[in-house]
């Protein structure tokens, strides 16, 4: 995105704005371990977990800040929060 | 055609012919007398704008950070803690590029309390991205104001400027000044052309929230806009100079200055004084020069390295105190650094802080100590209150 004069903008959608950049931890996700109760999806703040056509969770990384609440939460710990590397 | 007024007043006249459309300031000494004259011209329907009133400094900068977004011509005045106050606004209104022009009647700041002249309450604002051009007599800050604006509103530039001129030495002194016609005003300095603007219809927003990865790029850039008003300045001053025959396409001025080892650097209206200095020290077999800084930010060091090229000791005259760095003034290390690689020794001497007269015999022994190397001190003080 080129910058703008004065840091203007156009009115915008949180969509448009990305916000995963921020992020130094980024949850990776075991399906081996995971029982599908959706608590990750329930709990994430952002809303950026989602259910995959087998009900698995799927998670958006262009807007997840790495905050950590669904590996702290998940029942059967099968996220892992790894360091980015940039 | 000449009249004589006073120097606040003349700058009120210069504003009112830049034709501002919204004007928002709070009074202060020794500024009051600038806006209170403009509130005049606006009741009396001889300025058409809003003239917005407000209850601080702060609001009355952020009242002009938003007429101008909404794309006005804006113009404001202050001094030392009511710029001090405004502290926070001085900053965005550069970063979201608007081309404020702003008077500052040079005062000291507190503690203690002091309502008399120095240059410490624009200089203390170095870093803001605001450009800082500094008068010397009551004509050049009445022309700088058309000149800022020009320079200000171009699209290479889209920075704001302060207008520093001396209070009391300036603000309340009586001159002659020539005033041009509004005519001559339209056509130098013809009506602000946004380059982006606030509108219901288009809506978009002014300094938006940038992330790390795109802060760092718009500090760049304000730097950039500021290096390239240096040629704007120069081309605008020209202009001005063809149209009114006084020349401000130099950023700095040089008076005397051709074949002297020593030269004096200094900024606003001690200028006279060190010009009627270096006059005497001239008659006096003295080969002494006065190198004068008309624009601090951008600050012209091509032109100073060049003008200096030939001296052999330079005395900064500074009326201001860089508090904590060796070099004691903020104009000293700008200097120092613009002729670092030739090796010519610079020197800081601070004095007139808080409204002390600077006179010609302090004048003369700077110019006598940088001949022998004294370093950087205060002249003028008073060691017996210590």
């Not at chain 2, 503690?111 to 008068?135: C, E, H, K, T, V």
Request: charged residues 25%; proline residues 4%; hydrophobic residues 40%.
């Amino acid at each position: 995105m080129a910058l703008n004069v004065g840091c203007s903008a156009r009115p915008g959608k949180a969509r448009d704005n990305k916000t995963g950049s921020w992020r130094t931890f980024r949850p990776v996700f075991d399906n081996e371990k995971c029982n599908k109760c959706g608590t990750c999806m329930l709990i994430c703040p952002e809303v950026c977990i989602r259910e995959d056509g087998e009900g698995y969770p799927e998670i958006d990384y262009e807007f997840c800040k790495g905050c950590g609440l669904c590996a702290e939460e998940c029942p059967k710990d099968a996220i892992e929060m790894k360091k980015e590397e940039k | 055609m000449l009249q004589i007024m006073e120097g606040s007043h003349a700058v009120a006249e210069a504003v009112k012919l830049s034709r501002p459309q919204v004007v928002s300031a709070y009074p202060i000494t020794p500024q009051t007398h600038i806006v209170e004259r403009l509130a005049e011209m606006v009741a009396d329907g001889d300025l058409d704008a809003d003239y917005i009133c407000v209850e601080s400094e702060f609001s009355a900068l952020s009242s002009c950070l938003g007429a101008s977004a909404a794309g006005s011509r804006v113009y404001s005045a202050t001094t030392s803690q009511g710029l001090a106050f405004m502290a926070e606004v001085v900053f965005n209104v550069a970063g979201m590029r608007l081309p404020i022009v702003m008077t500052i009647a040079n005062r000291s700041l507190g503690a203690p309390l002091s309502i008399w002249n120095d240059q410490q309450d624009s200089l203390f604002l170095r870093d803001s991205g605001w450009m800082q051009l500094y008068a010397e007599d009551a004509q050049e800050a009445m022309d700088l104001h058309f000149i800022a604006y020009k320079a200000c509103e171009h699209h290479d530039v889209l920075l704001p400027s302060f207008v520093c001129f001396d209070g009391f030495i300036l603000t309340h002194t009586f001159e002659p000044v020539d005033i041009p016609t509004q005519e001559e005003i339209d056509a130098y300095l013809p009506a602000f052309k946004p380059y982006q603007r606030l509108d219901a219809k288009d809506p978009i927003s002014f300094g938006m929230y940038a992330t790390p990865d795109y802060y760092q790029e718009f500090r760049y850039e304000i730097n950039a806009a500021m290096t390239k008003s240096k040629k704007v300045l120069r081309e605008v001053g020209a202009e001005f100079g063809e149209m009114f025959g006084r020349d401000y396409s130099g950023l700095v001025e040089e008076y005397r200055l051709e074949d002297a080892d020593t030269a004096i650097v200094a900024m606003g209206s001690v200028c006279g004084t060190v010009k009627d200095a270096v006059d005497e020290m001239r008659d006096e077999g003295k080969k002494v020069g006065l190198l004068k800084i008309r624009s601090f930010r951008p600050f012209p060091y091509e032109d100073v390295r060049t003008a200096l090229a030939g001296v052999s000791n330079v005395a900064v005259l500074e009326k201001n105190i860089n508090i904590g760095s060796r070099m004691l003034g903020a104009v000293g290390l700008e200097v120092k650094d613009a002729v670092y690689k030739s090796g010519t020794p610079v020197y800081s001497y601070v004095g007139g802080l808080g409204g002390r007269d600077i006179r010609r015999k302090d004048i003369k022994t700077i110019t006598g100590w940088a001949e022998t190397g004294r370093n950087d001190c205060f002249f003028g003080l008073r060691e017996e209150v210590l």
